[in-house]
C-alpha cells in the first residue's frame, strides 16, 4: 500500500514536443506529491511539487495533474529541451514532519535535438 | 543557494569493514533523512531523524544501520560491518518542516568489495 507506482520507464521525445510522465499510489494517506528530476552523479532536485486540494499545478514549462479520486498524477513538460534529458521521480508522502518520501520507479527521458 | 553536502563523494570498504558517510544538512533544518538507490534502481528510503532520535525507520534500516548528529551541522551513516549488497549511493536529505520540499546532496557512492 505503501508503492508509487510509476510510467513509462524510458521516454524519448523530439526538441519542441510533450513529455509525459504517470504516477499513480494507493495509501489514500498520502498528501505530498513531489516529483524530483536527477542527472548523472547528482542527487535528485525537487523540480514541483503539488497537494491533493488542487488538481493542476504549473511552473514555467512544467505541469503536475493531480486526480485524487483515481489516485494519479502526471508531470507534463511542455517544449521539451535536450537539457530536460535525465531521470525523473515522482514521489508521495504524508506532509506532517518526518514523513519519508515513497519514490516511484523513475523514468529516463531523452529528449532529441 | 544553501545546500545539503556530503563526503565522501566515493567511499570504498572492503565488506565486513565499517563505514561513516557523513553529511551537512542546511544550517535551519530541523528534519533529516538518509536514503539509497543501488544502480539503476528507485530511491528508497532508510531512515528519518528529528529531535535527536529516529523518528521512523525502513525495514534496510537493520541494527548494522546507526545514524548520529555528533554535533550542531552533522548527520552521519554508520554502517558497522559492510555487506556487499550495501553497495549504492546514499543520499542524505533535509527539511524544515510541513509540506516543505528535501533538499538531497549529490551522495556517497558507496561500494563493498
Known amino acids: 500500500q505503501q508503492q508509487v507506482k510509476q510510467s513509462p520507464q524510458s521516454l524519448i521525445v523530439q526538441k519542441g514536443g510533450i513529455s509525459i510522465i504517470n504516477c499513480a499510489y494507493e495509501?489514500?494517506?498520502?498528501?505530498?506529491f513531489p516529483w524530483y528530476q536527477q542527472f548523472p552523479g547528482k542527487g535528485p532536485a525537487l523540480l514541483i511539487a503539488?497537494?491533493?486540494?488542487?488538481s493542476e499545478k504549473k511552473e514555467g514549462r512544467f505541469t503536475i495533474s493531480f486526480n485524487k479520486s483515481a489516485k494519479q498524477f502526471s508531470l507534463h513538460i511542455m517544449d521539451s529541451q535536450p537539457g530536460d534529458s535525465a531521470t525523473y521521480f515522482c514521489?508521495?508522502?504524508?506532509?506532517?514532519?518526518?514523513?519519508?518520501?515513497?519514490f516511484g520507479e523513475g523514468t529516463q527521458l531523452t529528449v532529441n535535438p | 543557494e544553501p545546500e545539503v553536502t556530503q563526503t565522501p563523494s566515493h567511499q570504498v570498504t572492503q565488506m565486513g569493514q565499517e563505514v561513516i558517510l557523513r553529511c551537512v544538512p542546511i544550517?535551519?533544518?530541523?528534519?533529516f533523512y538518509w536514503y539509497r538507490q543501488i544502480l539503476g534502481q528507485k530511491v528508497e528510503f532508510l531512515v528519518s531523524?528529528?529531535?535527536?532520535?529516529?523518528?521512523?525507520k525502513s525495514e534496510i534500516f537493520d541494527d548494522q544501520f546507526s545514524v548520529e548528529r555528533p554535533d550542531g551541522s552533522n548527520f552521519t551513516l554508520k554502517i558497522r560491518s559492510t555487506k556487499l549488497e550495501d553497495s549504492a549511493m546514499y543520499f542524505c536529505?533535509?527539511?524544515?518542516?510541513?509540506?516543505?520540499?528535501?533538499?538531497f546532496g549529490d551522495g556517497t557512492r558507496l561500494s563493498i568489495l
Open positions: 536529505a533535509s527539511t524544515s518542516g510541513y509540506f516543505q520540499p528535501q533538499h
Open positions: 495509501n489514500t494517506a498520502f498528501d505530498y
Open positions: 503539488i497537494r491533493p486540494d488542487v
Open positions: 514521489a508521495a508522502s504524508i506532509g506532517t514532519s518526518g514523513s519519508r518520501l515513497t
Open positions: 544550517s535551519n533544518h530541523l528534519y
Open positions: 531523524f528529528y529531535n535527536n532520535e529516529i523518528s521512523e
